[in-house]
């Protein structure tokens, strides 16, 4: 059996996290090591594994959810980045699916 992931734990109160947002299905929280002012984490509270793993349903939600951090974060004017990292070559260090948003600075356009 697979055992309980960081974020899973951080759905259930296990750890510590700064949440921001959350709903039955989602949850949103500052990264532990932020990389621009604002650095949150968006995860399905329900493992998935990364974005090959998502359907219609999952991301139409996913996207709504997105979509109201964004103006909770006041950025949807400002901007911001969304990322998702998915396995080795995307460099994904933790294996359940997440979006990054980062914001409150001049992002470069460099994907090294
Ligand atoms: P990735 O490389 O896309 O899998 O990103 C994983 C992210 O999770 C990194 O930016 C880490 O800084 C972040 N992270 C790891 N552990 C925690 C934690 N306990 N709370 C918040 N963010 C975390």
Known sequence: MREKGIFEKIVD??????????????MAFHDIAPK???????IPKKWVKDFN???ADLMG???????QLVDTLEVRESGYRLV?????????E?????FHLLAKRK??????
């Open 61 to 67: 939600k996913m996207s709504e959810f997105i979509l």
């Open 84 to 92: 998702t990292n998915i396995g080795t070559d995307g460099g994904q």
């Open 94 to 98: 933790v294996p359940h699916l997440h």
């Open 13 to 26: 109160r296990e750890i510590p996290a700064n949440i921001v947002l959350e709903n039955d299905e989602f």
């Open 36 to 42: 621009a002012p604002i650095h949150v984490l968006i």
């Open 107 to 112: 992002l470069e356009a460099n994907f090294g």
């Open 53 to 55: 793993g998502v359907n």
